[in-house]
């Protein structure tokens, strides 16, 4: 699993024109699912984006406020661009990603272990034709990535 976590202040996300979500301060979360990945990736996944110190308290700028601690909102949009590979030849592979109906599955159930915080959560539409706002704030980016080889 993959996913590239980023610290916002605001993010949505349209499709055929019209906003099928939007979030204030929080995280925006493009999440890719592997072919391997299991329940138990999704859950150390939903607990480290939960939990990972990404939000300064006060004027300091240290990250000492996860964005539960924030009570912060997330947008988690399906990528599974992120499994590309670009190693070889001109057009990426893609064949770590999971087949569609299985990355809709799991990638549904980390949402719900996403949803079990209280936090609000909203989402893209899987397999849509996306167009994604995001006002990174810092910038502060990351890549976290969870593999079940």
Same mark, same amino acid.
């Given at each position: 699993?993959?996913?590239?976590?980023?610290?916002?202040?605001?993010?949505?996300?349209?499709?055929?024109?019209?906003?099928?979500?939007?979030?204030?301060? !929080?995280? #925006?979360?493009?999440?890719?699912?592997?072919? *391997? /990945?299991?329940?138990? @990736? %999704?859950?150390?996944?939903?607990?480290?984006?939960?939990?990972?110190?990404?939000?300064?308290? !006060?004027? #300091?700028?240290?990250?000492?406020?996860?964005? *539960? /601690?924030?009570?912060? @909102? %997330?947008?988690?949009?399906?990528?599974?661009?992120?499994?590309?590979?670009?190693?070889?030849?001109?057009?990426?592979?893609?064949?770590?990603?999971?087949?569609? /109906?299985?990355?809709?599955?799991?990638?549904?159930?980390?949402?719900?272990?996403?949803?079990?915080?209280?936090?609000?959560?909203?989402?893209?539409?899987?397999?849509?034709?996306?167009?994604?706002?995001?006002?990174?704030?810092?910038?502060?980016?990351?890549?976290?990535?969870?593999?079940?080889?």
């Amino acid at each position: 699993m993959r996913v590239l976590i980023q610290r916002v202040s605001s993010s949505q996300v349209t499709v055929d024109g019209e906003v099928v979500g939007s979030i204030g301060k !929080g995280l #925006n979360l493009l999440v890719a699912i592997a072919s *391997t /990945d299991t329940k138990a @990736e %999704l859950a150390w996944m939903a607990d480290k984006c939960l939990k990972l110190r990404l939000f300064p308290e !006060g004027e #300091n700028g240290r990250f000492d406020r996860s964005v *539960t /601690d924030i009570d912060g @909102e %997330l947008i988690v949009v399906s990528q599974f661009t992120l499994y590309g590979g670009t190693n070889r030849g001109r057009r990426p592979s893609f064949g770590m990603a999971a087949p569609p /109906d299985v990355a809709e599955q799991r990638y549904q159930e980390f949402i719900e272990i996403l949803k079990e915080s209280g936090l609000k959560v909203e989402t893209g539409q899987f397999g849509a034709d996306m167009q994604v706002s995001i006002e990174n704030d810092g910038p502060v980016t990351f890549w976290l990535t969870r593999e079940n080889c």
